[in-house]
């Protein structure tokens, strides 16, 4: 006979250590990592001071689990975004991989059409060529109308030249990220938020830094040129996806934009 409640308790187990572990991966390698140890750590003091009757230990550590809830939000905000933004991004991907359940919900699977993305490869092939310093936004599910409105707003067809021309060092647009919607650029020299993250590599600039603060905050897929090297990166989810070829540009754009 099954015991539903033992059953019970492993789920509450199992979900707690999946949220630890989801916690732990987000800020690992950060300075709120070391704070978030020691919340941890006088959690478990207070429920063995609990379990073993300590009452003056264990009232001391609930007023500063009480208060320590405040300084949590405040301390751990952005750790807070990223974790939500990435379980919210993870859930929308389930339920639209599930076709019948999207068309219910009114919502369709999309992507950029093949015509743009030639004239996406196209001009990152050129820029790569003549070294042009480039970063491109192509928004997935999350709104980014925060970050259109720090640039110029452009809605114009994705096209090559078009794009060759923002970047262009002595263009008025080209200092700030582009910001691609679908099959239209949305608005160029916008502002993205910079990654605190110490595990970048020292040698990637600011570029790199900028693609990677949105890509962690939104489900955004970023596409760094750079401006030393020519290098095209891809970078989504907080991860840098270095490109050898056009070949293995596509690829990585198509696939990171179907949702």
Not at 231 to 259: C, D, H, P, Y
Request: with cysteine; proline share 2%.
């Amino acid at each position: 006979m099954i015991d539903y409640a033992l059953v019970i308790k492993i789920i509450d187990i199992l979900l707690v250590i999946f949220v630890v572990y989801q916690a732990i991966r987000i800020i690992r390698g950060t300075a709120a990592m070391s704070i978030f140890i020691a919340i941890v750590v006088i959690y478990i003091a207070n429920r063995l001071t609990a379990e073993l009757g300590l009452e003056q230990m264990q009232s001391l550590l609930e007023s500063i689990m009480s208060v320590g809830v405040l300084a949590l939000f405040i301390v751990f905000q952005q750790e807070i975004r990223r974790f939500l933004v990435h379980l919210g991004s993870r859930y929308t991907h389930s339920v639209r991989r599930i076709k019948w359940l999207a068309a219910l919900m009114g919502k369709k699977t999309k992507g950029m059409c093949p015509h743009c993305l030639d004239e996406l490869t196209q001009a990152c092939r050129k820029m790569s060529e003549t070294k042009t310093g480039a970063l491109i936004v192509l928004a997935r599910s999350s709104s980014l109308e925060s970050i259109a409105e720090t640039g110029d707003l452009i809605d114009a067809m994705v096209s090559r030249r078009l794009i060759e021309n923002i970047f262009f060092k002595n263009s008025p647009l080209h200092d700030g990220a582009v910001l691609i919607t679908l099959d239209r650029i949305k608005a160029a020299r916008c502002t993205l938020p910079i990654s605190d993250d110490p595990n970048i590599p020292a040698h990637l600039g600011m570029r790199h830094r900028a693609a990677m603060g949105v890509s962690e905050q939104t489900d955004a897929m970023v596409i760094v040129v750079s401006e030393e090297t020519g290098n095209i990166s891809v970078v989504q989810g907080g991860k840098i996806q270095k490109i050898n070829s056009l070949t293995e540009f596509r690829l990585a754009v198509e696939s990171g934009m179907k949702w």
